[in-house]
Structures are given as structure tokens and as C-alpha cells.
């Protein structure tokens, strides 16, 4: 008995350490394959990632290649290219929740600004997409304690977003494409003092990220265009009323000029 007993505990032992190591040396696929699975169903949009480096020893990450795909009804293929993204985390916060990333860096990131022909634009629709989803009955007391402990709660000390590029494209500007320079951005403490899920994080994140660079495009596109097209029309009036200042001025003369012809028979000169 004893030795069924002590081959049973040994066989959980191996299983476990099994499952350990299972998860130790696939980390980073498993890490890929949850960012591409979870982040597809939080935008509704097809997530992708090349590549996961975590050290766990460091308590570092990188993520490579991550995008994230269009909502549908727009041309270009991606609202977000994230290029690079490294990571510090806290590894003594682990042992409890919150649990606490140091930093997030995103190197390089391209965002794609498109506003179709219907004057959507892409970017309120993916942020709109990471909106909870409203009720359709009163929540019940189970319902609202899952919602509240819906994933680990997590804190960002730093969010950085550096060396960035904006594409836009705007089908009412002949569908025209326009490279712009994407600010650098900055946040801090995101998720307070009690930590947030991973969907709230990212919408916070993205809704400042659109904001950033729909502003941008706003002020360097259609308000430029618009500043363009006053002139053009301001060119157009003034054009018009030079002409008929010309009119005026000629048939002044010619009324002046008819003046004297009569002067000049009356007088007989």
C-alpha cells in the first residue's frame, strides 16, 4: 500500500514538473498564441504577432511584429504596426495581484488613419470595438462579480511610444495617402493603485493613441486642405473683383469720355 501510495505521489510529482516545463520552455509561443487569440476577440479584428522573447530570469519581454488588422469596410490592411515592443516587469509583484509592469516601450509604431467614403474613420470604430458590451438585462450579482474578476489585474508604471509614423488616408482627398510623424507619447500609472484587466488597459492605451493621431491628421490634412481651398476661393473672389473694379473703371471712362463729346457739341469745339 505504501508503495502505491509513494508511486502515486511520484507520478504527480512528474506530471507537474512535466506541466512546469511544458509551460517554461514554451512560454513564449504560449505567450504569442494568447496576445493573437485574446487580443483578436478584445478588437474584433484579426491581432498577429512574429515573435515572443521573455526572459524570465530578467523579468524582460519583447514582443516583434505585432499588428493589429482593420475593422472591416476599409481599404488598407492594418489600424495598428506596432514594430517593437519591450517590457519590465516586476518580478516581486508576481506573487500577488496587481501585478506590475515597469515599462512598456514601443519603438517605431506605424498608425493607419483612414476615413472612407461614408466618413467613418478607422480608428473610432476599433476603439469603439473595445467598448464593453451593453446588458440587454439587469446585471445579476454573479454577472457583475465575474465581470469585476474578468482576467489579472494589472499595473503600467510607464507607456512610451517613440520614433512613429502615421499613414492617412481620406477617400474624400481622392483617396490620397499622406506620411506624417507620429508625436511621442507618454503615460503613466495606468490602472491606478488597484490595477486594471488586460481589455481595460488597451482601451485606455488605444483611445489615447487615436486621439494623438487623429489629431495630427486633422490638423495637418483636412485642416490644411481646408486652409487650401479658402484660398483657392479667396483667389477665385478677388480674381472676380478685380474684373468688375476693371468694368467699373472703363465704363466710367467711357461715361466721362461721352460727357465731353457733348460739351464739345454744344460748344462747337
Do not use: C, H, W
Request: a negative charge; hydrophobic letters at 40%; glycine letters at 8%.
Amino acid at each position: 500500500m505504501k508503495k502505491f501510495i509513494l508511486s502515486t505521489i511520484l507520478l504527480i510529482i512528474i506530471a507537474i514538473a512535466g506541466g512546469v516545463y511544458y509551460v517554461l520552455t514554451n512560454l513564449d509561443s504560449l505567450v504569442e498564441q494568447a496576445i493573437e487569440t485574446y487580443g483578436s476577440q478584445a478588437t474584433r479584428t484579426a491581432v498577429r504577432v512574429d515573435g515572443v522573447n521573455i526572459s524570465l530570469g530578467e523579468g524582460s519581454a519583447a514582443i516583434t511584429g505585432l499588428t493589429v488588422g482593420n475593422p472591416a469596410g476599409y481599404v488598407l490592411p492594418n489600424a495598428f504596426s506596432l514594430g517593437q515592443v519591450r517590457a519590465g516587469i516586476d518580478l516581486e509583484s508576481l506573487q500577488e495581484e496587481p501585478y506590475v509592469i515597469n515599462e512598456i516601450a514601443v519603438l517605431s509604431p506605424q498608425v493607419f488613419v483612414e476615413i472612407n467614403k461614408d466618413n467613418r474613420t478607422n480608428l473610432n470604430e476599433l476603439k469603439n470595438n473595445l467598448l464593453p458590451s451593453k446588458p440587454t438585462t439587469e446585471p445579476s450579482a454573479s454577472t457583475e462579480a465575474e465581470t469585476a474578476s474578468a482576467g489579472p489585474r494589472l499595473i503600467l508604471r510607464k507607456v512610451q511610444f517613440e520614433g512613429g509614423k502615421i499613414v492617412a488616408r481620406v477617400a474624400a482627398l481622392d483617396n490620397k495617402e499622406y506620411e506624417l510623424d507620429l508625436p511621442a507619447l507618454n503615460m503613466s500609472n495606468l490602472g491606478g493603485s488597484k490595477g486594471a484587466t488586460a481589455t481595460e488597459l488597451a482601451r485606455e492605451i488605444v483611445s489615447r493613441l487615436t486621439d494623438s493621431a487623429t489629431q495630427v491628421v486633422k490638423q495637418k490634412i483636412i485642416d490644411g486642405k481646408l486652409a487650401e481651398i479658402k484660398a483657392e476661393a479667396r483667389e477665385k473672389i478677388d480674381a472676380e473683383k478685380a474684373k468688375i473694379e476693371q468694368k467699373i473703371d472703363a465704363k466710367k471712362e467711357e461715361q466721362k469720355q461721352e460727357a465731353k463729346d457733348k460739351l464739345k457739341d454744344l460748344f462747337g469745339n
